[in-house]
């Protein structure tokens, strides 16, 4: 018995550390409405600067007011003001980008501007190893128990504040129907901006106070943990704090358990205990109804139709074609460049930007055609280029082992379909992300999948006594599988299936009111998507011919998701554009060193921001802008030449787009 | 072009470009080439890249930032050092060496890819001297294009060819059985060991090369976890069945935040008289900032441990240089491993051109490298026989063992004239106590 409790009571701080910050985004998911994935960065700010502040010789206690009472609430304000304040009304993607894009902003910024820390972080009060007292003969350390009390008594006094009628409520009513709390007389921007300070004070406190696990401040620790911690916010159904907390000590422990009974070396050990809290993620979502889909809140939603699905503006016929012939101008001024005039290195560069908008083709079909949040398209490019590589370890031609590739990860790609059919909204993309962590902490770990610390080498493809070993032909190869993969997807589009896609991305129900299977087509949207990311990513294996699990982590598909949001989800062209403009930029960026070393992050980041106000993306809204400037300077010459003018009839014919966007 | 009945809409700009693609390549057809496998030879052009009358030009690549900079980024420093303190006494044969472009990876394969292709294809380097990368994508492309490539050896690519060079030899067998921490298990009479890595590849597999030594070589493991979630963040589970298992010495292939916060739980649970054996955290700024947790903690490097300057004077002259040099080229630069494995990177890159002499091709570099026998880098490392060092390891495995006692690293074991403790590899499967060379064999530093 005395064994058993020496396992219990370490998990119960433990698994305090998972409630602490799963109450930080059950509270900000209650009181805002967004999934803020970006709560692990913002604790991370706070244990940043009141470390430096220490270190520096502030009291620990002006170092605390200045980190967590100050600058915490100051960010979260302006996330709201800037940002958040614009989604209240709108679907989950929408909430999710920006929040993936300060992910990955926040950190950077945060390193160009202090750096970094790589001191021991500060104790807050008590010395974190010192043992203060035994609890059945079992030692209790200053960690251990501040990391308890302060996660009991603050998630048990948040527990009764969002109780409350004064705050609770409000807060509450906003998330739920920012006109019928109006009409009640809550003022929303008010409520919203006070719902922010509050959850960014709460992760300026995470952060402060569980800095000392580690032994460094740093922003991937702060980000594994909480991604960790989804689960105990998913067992609380992202609705109640009482379970929240309860679902992450019951995760510690069950993890002290596991690590504790299971056979020391045995599979299980090495495969349960990894997987585990992403396990109990995945089930969550699945068993709890709070992530059903179809769950409609707002009980005035039903006053407007539901947003239309982005399209394009209608073009003048000059200006439509003169666009287009200005794309196939730098489109082939691009190739010859890449052939012909640039160094060896650019052509590396410029074939990785195909390869990669080959990957992000996948998000464009699911996420810009049908609407869905996939988390884990880094992981299916995985499951493609381990099985090229695996295949060509075992002699089979790689260019077979490519499109096996496809197939394999098209299977993956059902598989994760098939538990998303019940689910809605953040939910989706919640799933997918459990699947990535599986992939990334058991799956690609095992010797016939990653080949584990001596990864996989992927020669490149010989076809007949054709070889692509040279990377001019390799790129010709690459661009070949974009070109046909792109016109695959645009057809697509423009068939039934693209068709039925735009329906379910603008409503599910209405989708299914007309006939559609949605469940279908969500496997049909899940396993393509999954075969294009499989194709790409053994691609990118035979274009850099050493791959490794890691080169396909869930950070990746964060990543792929921000850029292609930022720069234009709903084309082929935006797939394209985000793949090129990625690979140039990263090269670009790559020059720089130290603090700027992280601008990449920092521009794709940024730019994920915009969705907000231009889910098209930054690169269709500038091509936009640049095409309305053409369509008046047009306007402006054509009554110059004494033409006829006004809108109606200027330019003759306006092409008329209808149906998804390009 | 107008939309249809069925509101069909026309080709767009999408298909357009990916049209222009299809009609450029058609356009620039004479341009594709079926063009030489990846590992071609060298042409001509390519094997006196970077070189001049007067000067080479070389190039770097490491993370310099990322998640864990300071494992990897000083190796930069320490190639830039030597090559200045040889530049200051003339050069080689009349050549300064100019480590003129030093790139960060950031710790991303794809950038490091792209930044090998960069230093070889746009800044036309010579060799690449001062490399250290948790992903080492690059060095398949320098391997298939012989381009002389030396640095910190923690990658399967360092095994790729004839032409890179590990700063200890370039052959890695992660879980071949491991003779180090069986003969310190042995000297501290162990009844029960017990191994900890990551739930990450490279740990894993490193710590199954420890488990096969430690039963090869007749030590109980009585627990192993080779799957702990990456960072650390607790290990009172492991702690306390180590403890019931009666574990006295612990092997730990985690980062040093993972051994430190290992070290705490020990002393909280009260697990004490335990033989650690760490893999990371060998350096004084590590010491500096964790004392206590370090205490008694033993490391082993395969090269001579920078306390022998203090302790040795004069009696291991390379490390002596390393140091001053150090001090005198990067103030501010505390000695570190990686830093030590640039040092020695760019000392065999030096005695490679030194070997070969005026007329410098990349070709004729690789062959005098790969015809030494006994590499010490002045003396600090354990000899590596580049003869075999490409594709195995050789018949003689020396390692220095040092331990933290109070603020201090110290050298221990080793033998009468030397700090490396050395064994004949490989040796049968024995209970007996694993044999020390003694006296260390020919060629071993300081002999």
């Known amino acids: 018995m005395a064994l058993f409790f020496s396992y219990l009571l370490p998990g119960i701080p433990y698994g305090c550390a998972y409630a602490l910050m799963a109450a930080g985004l059950v509270l900000t ?33 002006a170092a605390f007011v200045m980190a967590v009472v100050l600058a915490s609430p100051a960010l979260g304000l302006a996330m709201e003001r800037l940002l958040f304040r614009y989604t209240r009304t709108s679907g989950p993607l929408v909430k999710l980008v920006p929040a993936l894009g300060l992910l990955i902003a926040i950190p950077s910024v945060t390193q160009m501007i202090i750096g970094t820390a790589t001191r021991l972080p500060s104790p807050l009060v008590l010395q974190p190893w010192q043992v203060y007292f035994h609890i059945a003969s079992t030692a209790v350390s200053g960690e251990e128990l501040s990391t308890t009390v302060v996660t009991v008594v603050v998630v048990g006094a948040l527990a009764v504040v969002m109780r409350s009628r004064a705050v ?9 129907s920012p006109r019928m709390a109006e009409l009640a007389g809550v003022r929303a921007d008010r409520t919203s901006a006070g719902a922010w300070a509050l959850s960014s004070l709460f992760a300026g406190l995470a952060g402060v106070l569980l800095a000392p696990i580690y032994s460094q401040v740093s922003s991937s620790d702060f980000t594994a943990l909480l991604v960790a911690a989804i689960a105990a916010a998913a067992i609380g159904g992202f609705e109640s704090l009482p379970l929240t907390l309860a679902g992450g000590i019951g995760l510690g422990v069950a993890q002290e358990l596991i690590a504790g009974y299971l056979p020391s070396g045995s599979i299980l050990s090495s495969g349960l205990r990894p997987a585990f809290p992403f396990a109990v993620l995945a089930v969550a979502l699945v068993a709890r109804r709070t992530f059903r889909r179809g769950a409609a809140r707002d ?23 003169g666009s287009r012939v200005f794309s196939a101008v730098v489109a082939s001024l691009l190739v010859a460049a890449t052939l012909a005039l640039v160094p060896g290195n650019w052509e590396f560069v410029f074939t990785f930007g195909i390869v990669l908008s080959i990957v992000f083709l996948s998000i464009t079909l699911l996420t810009g055609m049908g609407g869905q949040i996939s988390l884990c398209q880094a992981t299916f490019a995985g499951a493609g280029a381990l099985t090229a590589g695996q295949l060509a370890m075992h002699a089979v031609p790689i260019g077979l082992g490519i499109l096996l590739g496809g197939v394999l990860a098209a299977a993956l790609g059902a598989v994760v379909a098939l538990p998303t059919l019940r689910l809605g909204g953040i939910a989706v993309g919640l799933l997918t992300l459990s699947f990535a962590l599986l992939a990334d902490n058991v799956l690609f770990l095992y010797p016939w999948s990653g080949n584990g610390a001596s990864g996989l080498t992927v020669p490149r493809p010989q076809v007949g006594g054709v070889s692509f070993a040279g990377s001019s032909a390799f790129f010709w190869l690459a661009l070949g599988f974009l070109v046909v993969l792109g016109v695959a997807v645009k057809l697509l589009q423009g068939g039934t299936t693209g068709r039925e896609l735009a329906a379910l991305r603008g409503s599910e129900r209405a989708a299914a009111a007309v006939g559609i299977d949605v469940r279908r087509l969500r496997i049909v949207a899940f396993t393509l998507s999954a075969a294009i990311a499989g194709v790409g990513g053994a691609l990118y294996g035979s274009l850099v011919q050493s791959i490794s699990p890691n080169d396909f982590n869930y950070q990746f598909s964060l990543v792929y998701v921000v850029v292609v949001a930022a720069v234009g989800v709903y084309s082929v062209a935006g797939a394209v554009e985000a793949g090129v403009l990625y690979a140039v930029l990263m090269q670009l960026v790559s020059t720089m060193s130290g603090r700027f070393s992280s601008l990449l992050a920092l521009i794709f980041g940024l730019a994920a921001l915009t969705y907000v106000r231009h889910p098209e993306g930054v690169v269709a809204y500038g091509k936009s802008w640049v095409l309305d400037r053409a369509e008046q300077l047009t306007r402006h010459l054509q009554r110059g030449a004494g033409r006829p003018g006004g809108l109606a009839t200027v330019g003759g014919r306006r092409r008329q787009h209808s149906g998804t966007g390009s | 072009m107008e939309a249809d009945a069925e509101g069909r809409r026309p080709r767009a700009g999408a298909l357009t470009g990916l049209t222009a693609l299809v009609l450029a390549a058609a356009l620039f057809a004479p341009a594709f080439t079926i063009a030489a496998p990846a590992g071609a030879a060298t042409s001509p052009a390519g094997n006196t890249a970077g070189v001049s009358a007067k000067r080479v030009v070389v190039g770097a690549l490491a993370s310099q930032t990322g998640p864990l900079p300071a494992n990897f980024a000083p190796v930069v420093t320490g190639a830039e050092a030597y090559l200045d303190m040889v530049d200051a006494r003339g050069g080689v044969n009349g050549r300064k060496i100019d ?14 890819a792209s930044q090998a292709r960069t230093l070889v294809q746009q800044d036309h380097v010579f060799a690449v001297v001062g490399v250290a990368t948790p992903s080492f994508t690059g060095g398949t492309f320098l391997a298939a294009n012989r381009v002389p490539t030396f640095g910190l050896n923690v990658n399967p690519q360092w095994m790729a060819g004839p032409t890179m060079f590990g700063h200890n030899g370039s052959y890695i067998e992660f879980t071949s059985p491991q003779v180090q921490p069986a ?30 030594g430690l039963r090869r070589y007749g030590v109980p493991v009585a627990f192993e976890d080779l799957a702990i979630p990456a960072p650390a963040s607790d290990l009172h589970a492991d702690v306390i069945r180590m403890q019931h298992a009666g574990v006295d010495m612990i092997v730990s292939c985690m980062d040093l935040g993972g051994d430190v916060l290992l070290a705490q739980t020990m002393r909280q649970v009260g697990m004490k008289n335990v033989t650690q054996l760490w893999n990371d955290g060998y350096s004084e700024q590590s010491l500096g900032q964790y004392t206590t947790a370090m205490q008694g903690v033993y490391f082993t490097e395969p090269n001579v441990p920078f306390e022998v300057t203090r302790l040795h004077p004069k009696v291991y002259p390379g490390m002596d240089q390393f140091l001053k040099m150090l001090k005198k080229y990067a103030p501010g630069t505390l000695p570190s491993e990686p830093a030590l494995a640039g040092w ?14 005026r007329n410098l091709t990349r070709s004729r570099l690789v062959a005098a490298i790969n015809r030494m026998g006994s590499w010490t880098a002045d ?32 050298p221990v074991y080793g033998t009468r004239r030397s700090v490396f403790s050395c064994f004949k590899t490989p040796a049968p499967p024995t209970t007996s106590p694993i044999r020390l060379l003694n006296p260390v064999p020919a060629g071993v530093p300081p002999t």
């Open chain 1, 299 to 321: 009980p005035m939603a039903s006053c407007d139709p539901p947003a239309p699905a982005f399209r394009p503006p209608a073009r003048m016929t000059e200006v439509a074609v």
């Open chain 1, 29 to 61: 998911y209650r009181a805002s409405g967004v999934f803020n994935l970006a709560f692990g960065a913002q604790a991370y700010v706070s244990a940043l600067l009141f470390s430096i502040a220490v270190q520096h010789g502030w009291p620990v206690w």
């Open chain 1, 168 to 176: 609770g409520l409000r807060m509450r009513s906003v998330v739920e």
């Open chain 2, 183 to 212: 003969f310190l298990a042995q000297q501290h009479h162990v009844h029960a060991a017990a191994v900890l890595a990551y739930n990450v590849a490279q740990s894993q597999q490193g710590c199954q090369g420890t488990i096969n």
């Open chain 2, 379 to 410: 003396g600090i490392l354990a000899p590596v026989d580049w003869r075999i060092a490409h594709t195995g390891s050789g018949p003689l495995n020396c390692t220095a063992y040092i331990q933290v006692r109070g603020k201090k690293f110290v």
């Open chain 2, 344 to 357: 020695t990177s760019a000392a065999l890159f030096v005695a490679g051109m030194k070997a070969v002499g």
């Open chain 2, 99 to 112: 480590l003129a472009y030093s790139l960060d990876d950031q710790s991303s394969p794809s950038i490091d």
